[in-house]
């Protein structure tokens, strides 16, 4: 059974920084790509990152280029998305998840598994 654990959401004022871990368990980490989600009220569940299963290669959505990176420590199962400069359009329930393969995806069905979600609101 393959469990993701999101932790590090919270309240920051805009211009600020987050740090997401999800910690994951269940089956060989090594051997997935891993991504991040997020969710605003009404609307779709939209792609934010992602990274394949040994962390050489990434992509992030347009919307945040150049603020937020995503890496991954494959001895200690985690993947970390790093936030910065947050602006209060970045609020939303952010979700991690497990790819079906080693290789990144962009969309929602390239991936098996999810977490729970964690909140991340961003003030003015």
């Known amino acids: 059974q393959v469990q993701l654990v999101e932790s590090g959401g919270g309240l920051v004022q805009a211009g600020g920084s987050l740090r997401l871990s999800c910690a994951a368990s269940?089956?060989?980490?090594?051997?997935?790509?891993m991504g991040w989600f997020r969710q605003a009220p009404g609307n779709e569940r939209e792609f934010v990152a992602t990274?394949?299963?040994?962390?050489?290669?990434?992509s992030v959505a347009d919307s945040v280029k150049g603020r937020f990176a995503i890496s991954r420590d494959n001895a200690k199962n985690t993947v970390i998305l790093q936030m910065n400069g947050l602006k209060p359009e970045d609020t939303a329930v952010y979700y991690c998840?497990?790819?079906?393969?080693?290789?990144?995806?962009?969309?929602?069905?390239?991936?098996?598994?999810w977490g729970q979600g964690t909140q991340v609101t961003v003030s003015s």
């Open positions: 998840a497990q790819a079906q393969t080693r290789a990144w995806g962009y969309r929602r069905d390239e991936y098996e598994y």
């Open positions: 269940g089956r060989s980490f090594s051997s997935y790509g």
């Open positions: 990274i394949n299963w040994s962390g050489s290669s990434t």
